[in-house]
């Protein structure tokens, strides 16, 4: 044993002590190593699988919010519509009280009294004034003869067809009866009728009616201003709407009712195309509690032969809610009704006390938040899939090299042990340290070979491990969460521009694109009816893109829309502007601002009012000259600039098959690789080289052929948004 000893030399004991000390370095790294990556690797996954459940809820919590918010702003908008027609119905009713009032208490104005067909003994002609006697007070005349009195009262009263004739051309598309219905036994009346017939009693009838046990008559002997009675069944069994109100004698005095009454189809439409998604549905409800339209045939949610007052229901959410409505308030709420939990959202209507509502399922409502929430889910999955791959691939790696330098330390340790001593016990110790986990530490080797290279790989792999353990699950995060808000925020922008280009309506045909430079855009367009002979649009461009653009607009958006439904007069135009810049003014420290064109077109006249604030000049096909050509501009602010500032606006006339073209300058201003602008004067050629009887759709696309032919390859700089209405 003792000669086997001296047989092995320095260098041999030093080969070996350098190859069991490499080994076990090695493998001690290695183990080290494994440890640290799987550690990494578990805490990544763990990272992830949290991101993933946060993300989750906060994208469901987000849309769904959206959705509710899309619902309330449907119920508003249909109360909106439905009470201006109301409102309408109430002016004509007050008008005809006091033109009635001022008939009966000046005995001049019945000398041209009209020549009144008689209801009980003939056929009428619509549009046509007739009499019509209660059965007392035909036999009344038929024994005695008229009284003068009432034969100079009913002179006088029939001039109140005059009064009808024109209102008559307002409701002539609906069966409609203006009647002045008189406490002695006899009303004046006029009906519309949309079909041409005409109006006619069979013999029961004239035996039996007497409009004063009606309901219509009796509201209105105790309302002193226009008020509405709740549906009910006329003489025809349709269910119908009248508006009443008395009016008053010479001695001021009741005297009778005004009344203006025709059928709930119009209403009954809008309830019954207003449902929010599947399942969804509206209804309306009165001032006791009480559904007298609904698009549910059956539960208490329809429009029931026995009145239920839904403020009295066993259920608490849908009892409070009704209670909310009865008492003319707003909101969303969220309600159980036959085993199925929906959205109820509802808006009042003052003029007539009643509320609008309608319900989306929470299916509907949930439906876009789940597929963006699995969107989210699978991509986390990718992710999670990827790291462990990735670390696998580590792995091997890691082994295959381990094999390499083991075989290179047992080759090379015999020709250098000696060189390699003091380097490989430095090594030893600076790995050990490390291994302890003092990622800190720096192992210096000066030897000029690859000991000192492998010293510095460990160093820089220490810091790489270091920096990628601290960054990794940071800008993994952050990548993800931008990723995501970005494309929810592309959504949300191109949900919130109308895509409904009413192509049921045949007053005019309109359509609109907008092609973001970013994920994210500033133009915008809008268009709606304010009622059903006006035509709101509206294009604008808001300064800066990306995120601060997008944001700014929809506030914009918002803030004209909403003054733009409450104008009370055409001439408020320049008012709405007027009032949206100063709102905009508020708060926008960052100075941003928006050009815009605004305009209301008459869909029963063709007038177009518009105002310009800095915005591009639109142009207008005449169909007379049959060409486009630039619409005159007066030189107005942008808005969201400076406040108190003032708006003027003009008007003009368009014809039939006339074409309004409205753009931002993202068409004007797209350039070329050679920095060349579109310019006004292609786009001028552009438009008047197209057939101009093609549809709406096919217009733009070949403004946008011949913008993408100058364009070619170069990079989209702005937003480019195009709008154009034919007026029929």
Not at 146 to 154: R, V
């Amino acid at each position: 044993m003792d000669r086997e000893k001296k047989k092995l030399n320095i260098r041999q004991r030093v080969f070996r002590l350098v190859l069991s000390a490499g080994v076990l370095t090695f493998l001690a790294l290695g183990i080290i190593s494994i440890i640290g990556i799987v550690s990494v690797r578990y805490d990544l996954y763990k990272k992830s699988g949290m991101l993933k459940e946060y993300s989750s809820e906060y994208i469901q919590e987000v849309i769904v919010d959206r959705q509710k918010s899309a619902l309330a702003a449907v119920a508003h908008s249909m109360s909106q519509n439905i009470e201006q027609a109301l409102r309408e119905q109430m002016q004509d009713v007050q008008y005809l009280s006091d033109a009635m009032t001022v008939k009966l208490q000046k005995p001049t104005l019945g000398i041209d009294a009209q020549n009144l067909v008689n209801g009980n003994e003939q056929r009428i002609p619509r549009n046509t004034g007739y009499i019509f006697y209660v059965p007392e007070l035909r036999e009344e005349i038929s024994r005695n003869g008229m009284s003068p009195t009432l034969a100079e009262e009913i002179r006088r009263a029939g001039n109140i067809v005059d009064f009808f004739i024109p209102f008559g051309h307002r409701y002539e598309e609906y069966y409609t009866s203006f009647q002045a219905a008189s406490k002695n036994g006899y009303f004046i009346c006029m009906e519309t009728r949309y079909d041409g017939s005409d109006v006619s009693f069979d013999d029961d009838f004239l035996e039996n009616y007497d409009f004063r046990v009606r309901p219509w008559y009796l509201k209105g002997m105790t309302a002193d201003k226009p008020v509405f009675t709740d549906v009910y069944i006329d003489t025809d069994e349709n269910p119908s709407l009248a508006c009443v109100m008395s009016y008053y004698d010479a001695q001021g005095d009741f005297a009778g009712v005004i009344s203006i009454a025709y059928g709930i189809e119009e209403i009954y439409k809008i309830v019954l195309e207003t449902a929010v998604g599947e399942g969804g549905f509206s209804f309306i409800l009165n001032s006791s509690g009480n559904v007298i339209l609904s698009a549910k045939k059956d539960g208490i949610f329809s429009a029931q032969a026995v009145d239920v007052d839904l403020r009295n229901t066993e259920d608490p959410a849908i009892a409070d809610a009704a209670k909310k409505m009865v008492a003319g308030e707003e909101g969303v709420t969220k309600i159980t009704y036959e085993n199925e939990e929906y959205y109820l959202a509802y808006a009042p209507m003052p003029a007539s006390g009643w509320s609008f509502a309608t319900l989306m399922s929470n299916k509907t409502v949930l439906g876009p938040a789940l597929a963006a929430r699995d969107e989210v889910v699978e991509t986390l999955e990718d992710y999670r899939a990827g790291i462990s791959k990735l670390f696998l691939h580590l792995f091997i790696i890691a082994v295959v090299l381990f094999a390499l330098l083991l075989a290179w330390l047992f080759v090379g340790s015999s020709r250098v042990s000696k060189r390699f001593v003091e380097p490989i016990q430095k090594l030893s110790e600076g790995v050990k340290e490390i291994s302890a986990g003092n990622l800190e530490k720096k192992i210096n080797v000066d030897t000029g070979d690859e000991l000192e290279d492998l010293a510095r790989n460990i160093n820089i792999m220490t810091d790489e491990i270091k920096n990628y353990m601290a960054n990794l699950e940071k800008v993994t995060a952050a990548e993800e969460r931008i990723a995501t808000e970005l494309k929810v925020a592309t959504n949300i922008q191109l949900n919130a521009l109308p895509h409904d280009f009413l192509e049921g309506n045949d007053k005019f045909e309109i359509f609109a694109t907008m092609k973001p430079a970013k994920e994210v855009g500033g133009d915008f367009y809008d268009f709606y009816l304010l009622d059903e002979n006006h035509l709101m649009l509206t294009i604008a461009d808001v300064s800066g893109k990306g995120v601060p653009a997008a944001l700014f607009m929809m506030r914009g958006k918002t803030i004209l829309k909403n003054l733009a439904m409450t104008m009370q007069s055409p001439d408020d135009l320049a008012a709405v502007m007027t009032l949206a810049n100063n709102q905009l003014c508020q708060g926008n420290d960052e100075m941003m601002f928006i050009t815009v064109f605004l305009a209301m077109l008459d869909l029963k006249t063709g007038k177009l009012i518009y105002v310009n604030g800095g915005h591009n000049p639109p142009m207008v096909y005449h169909e007379n000259e049959k060409k486009f050509s630039w619409l005159k501009m007066e030189e107005n602010c942008v808005i969201g600039l400076m406040d108190e500032m003032f708006f003027e606006q003009q008007e003009i006339y368009i014809n039939p098959k006339d074409i309004l073209y409205l753009y931002t300058d993202g068409v004007t201003e797209a350039m070329n690789k050679n920095r060349e602008q579109y310019g006004e004067n292609r786009l001028e050629n552009c438009l008047n080289n197209l057939d101009h009887n093609c549809k709406l759709p096919t217009l733009l696309e070949g403004v946008s052929k011949s913008l993408a032919e100058h364009v070619q390859d170069a990079e989209q700089s702005d937003d480019i948004t195009m709008l154009a209405v034919r007026f029929n």
